[in-house]
């Protein structure tokens, strides 16, 4: 047998699947971490928890396949964006990695908006808005506030770029990995050279810029289980992967993902930007291919709130039930599930969730009903700002928990009005990882090659007669949206 690896590194924690040539999961490892918050906007982690958890989650995986690690040819290595490493000539942390998360550099940020325009700031990286937690402010805060720190630093990675560089030596990163460094021009496939003069920096402080699917290292010995020879690749953002994952090889063809966050990735074969800046540009997984990827802090996080404080004596099944007995549009009921703020298509992240036009009538059911719809509004207020931007959506593939529940993939098809598809494989990200890994081994010669053959389509959900009730809906949930936006934070 051989068998192709993906790791995701996730917030807190990492993934480890493996998966066989027909892309069924073999097994599947899951080691967890707490992150370090000594104040609300510094959120840090030792490089080495990312290390031993990569390997635990690593060992759990192959353990469950019962395979030999020999026959592991591959790894892709996926997970999240704007986590820093900090390595100093002999290639020790020279301190705590950054997580995404932290904020801290809010002055900085300030500070990079004086330098560079908006306008500048958006063409080049795709990123509607410079914010603290971009890499560019965050080394710049260690320029002004850690100058030793700063002047022993010979390297600054991304979380994945450190796990490559333990398992192989090499040090690399992925081009899908880098628009929101701030650093990265997504124009010229390059680091753009003005902000590395401004931030202290040079190229030779930074990784080798390798693509999705490029050989970033062979594995040399190590403490893992990883064997020598092991083909890895690095790989864009969880999102972009995921997409790979559910199928999505063609323009119109768009993943959503609704876990605690909600997520989009629509592909396109050229530079895409929004003009209006409410949906941000990333790469895609093929060379010289784009994404639009708006995302949400509140999605499945809405349902888990509600049933914990206020329905504990359902679980989510339960919920599916309560919710199906319930009419289309719940009754007048309308949720705004901005409970953590508001990112696109609107930003204001003092925006706060609302329950409107609730009644004696409602029930447990109809705000079960009404948490799901929200986010099916949202996505498609998301959906209809790509629109804008050029998009032409042919089909969605759904992706996270949320697609386990068959009544909340029906309120999706008829809120968008399109076909709602899902996979069999529930770990699309990983999935995505895996065929990116195989295709720098040689074993596809294109990602849509290994999509063909590891990709399974499940089930697909059409629209049905509620289409006419939630096109009403819908208006009423933009009409409330719109007036209570700007109320927020006032």
Known sequence: MSYYLGIDIGTTGVKAVLFDENGIPAGTGLSE???????????????????????????????????????IVSAGITGQAETLVYLDKEGDPARKAVVWLDNRAGEEAEILKEKFTSEELFRMSGQTDMLPCWPAA???????????????????????????????????????????????????????????????????????????????????????????????TLCPIDHVCGNLGSGCCENGMISETTGCTLALCAPFDHIVYDVAKQVSTYLGGKKGSFVLLPWAPTAGMLLKYFRDNFASDLDY??????????????????ILPHMAGAVSPDCNPDARGVLYGLTLA????????????????????????????????????????????????QIKAD???????????????????????????????????GVEKMVKKGETIYPSKDVEMYEKCFAKYKTVNSLLMPTFGK
């Open 33 to 71: 971490y707490t992150l370090e918050t000594p104040s609300p906007d510094i959120v840090e982690l030792d490089p080495a928890i990312y290390w031993e958890s990569t390997k635990k989650a690593l060992a759990l995986a192959v353990a469950k396949a019962k395979c030999d690690p020999a026959e």
């Open 138 to 232: 965050k080394i710049l805060h260690l320029k002004r506030h850690e100058e030793k720190v700063f002047a022993s630093t010979a390297k600054y990675l991304m979380v994945e770029d450190y796990i490559l560089w333990r398992l192989t030596g090499e040090f690399a990163t992925c081009r899908g990995m880098l628009p929101s460094t701030e650093y990265y021009d997504i124009r010229t496939a390059s680091w753009y050279a003005p902000m590395l003069e401004f931030l202290g920096i040079t190229e030779e402080n930074l990784p080798r810029l390798t693509d999705a699917g490029e050989c970033a290292g062979i594995v040399k010995e190590n403490d893992s289980l990883l064997p020598a020879g092991c083909v890895v």
């Open 317 to 334: 099944k339960e919920f599916d039930v309560q919710a199906a007995k319930i009419n289309a549009g719940s009754d007048g009921l309308i």
């Open 362 to 409: 409602h029930t447990k059911g109809h705000i079960a009903r009404a948490c799901m719809e929200s986010i099916a509004y949202l996505l498609r207020d998301n959906l209809e700002a790509m629109k804008k931007a050029g998009l032409t959506v042919k089909e969605l593939r759904s992706l996270g928990g949320a697609s386990k529940s068959k009544l909340w993939l």
């Open 415 to 449: 809120v968008l009005n399109v076909p709602v598809t899902v996979t069999e494989c529930a770990e699309a990200t990983s999935l995505g990882a895996a065929i990116f890994g195989a295709v720098a081994a040689n074993v596809f010669s294109t990602s849509a090659e």
